[in-house]
């Protein structure tokens, strides 16, 4: 098995750490975490945040039609459980009625939920949607993940792990583990995904993970590849981080 290297990007440490100050209860979501994501160069598709329904709809004409509205809930983790996301809107109408169905959909689910407003994001099609992530394991420490993502993710199980830090054929080799790899090479008329930039992704992870120990779990859920409107880029992320650090963040 040939060792292989671990790369060293430039990256921007005092932005991430600024965004890192910023986390509330110990946890970054959705722009905050985008945000972190970017100061490592890692792909994104921004997110809008709107308090009201007008400006949803003008944060929906900035990014262009056809766009996706998220929840945001200070209670929520995991938005599709709660009926908080609306994809495909194409008007401006659609938006204003995503907005208040969001709304009442929280209150239906978990009436003692806040509801903080919503995120709007350029719709993305065709894409291959991928998972990308670490978790603290208590006896080997960071592990970093790479699989098959989506909703699907916890059904699925198509992913693969390795320890911290990884070196290029590290990740190279992750991604060539999983079931789905035909999809990635082009299986089914599919647009074959860049794989080197894709283990970049993957690099960029452990190498968050090394520069920043206060962070416990990462989670890039999708990380959409060959898609319409990009090559790769994260649409959704969760960062936890460690509870005995948080403070000094």
């Keep these: ?57 003008a944060a929906a004409e900035d990014c262009g039609f056809p766009v996706v509205v998220k929840l945001v809930s200070p209670e929520i983790l995991h938005k599709t459980d709660v009926g908080g996301v609306r ?87 992750m991604i060539r583990q999983i079931r789905g790899l035909p999809l990635l090479q082009g299986a089914r008329g599919r647009r074959p995904v860049d794989l080197d930039r894709l283990a970049d992704v993957i690099l960029r992870v452990s190498q968050l993970t090394t520069d920043l120990p206060e962070v416990d779990q990462i989670d890039i859920n999708p990380l959409v590849a060959g898609a319409d409107r990009c090559e790769f880029a994260a649409l959704d992320a969760r960062v936890i981080l460690q509870k005995d650090v948080t403070a000094a963040c």
Excluded: C
């Design 87 to 173: 994809v495909d809107l194409r008007t401006p109408e659609d938006v204003r009625s995503a907005f208040a169905g969001i709304g009442q959909a929280l209150r239906d689910a978990r009436p003692e939920a806040g509801f903080s407003g919503v995120e709007v994001q350029a719709m993305v099609n065709d894409g291959t949607e991928l998972v990308v992530g670490m978790t603290t394991d208590p006896h080997f420490g960071p592990l970093i993940m790479f699989g098959m993502g989506g909703v699907f993710v916890e059904v699925l199980k198509d992913v693969a792990f390795r320890v911290h830090p990884l070196s290029d054929v590290d990740a190279h080799e």
């Design 1 to 57: 098995r040939p060792e292989g290297r671990t790369p060293d990007f430039e990256v921007d440490i005092s932005a991430a750490r600024a965004v890192l100050a910023g986390a509330e209860d110990g946890a970054l979501k959705g722009a905050g975490a985008m945000d972190l994501l970017a100061s490592y160069g890692i792909p994104t598709m921004p997110l809008r945040l709107a308090a009201t329904a007008d400006e949803a709809v």
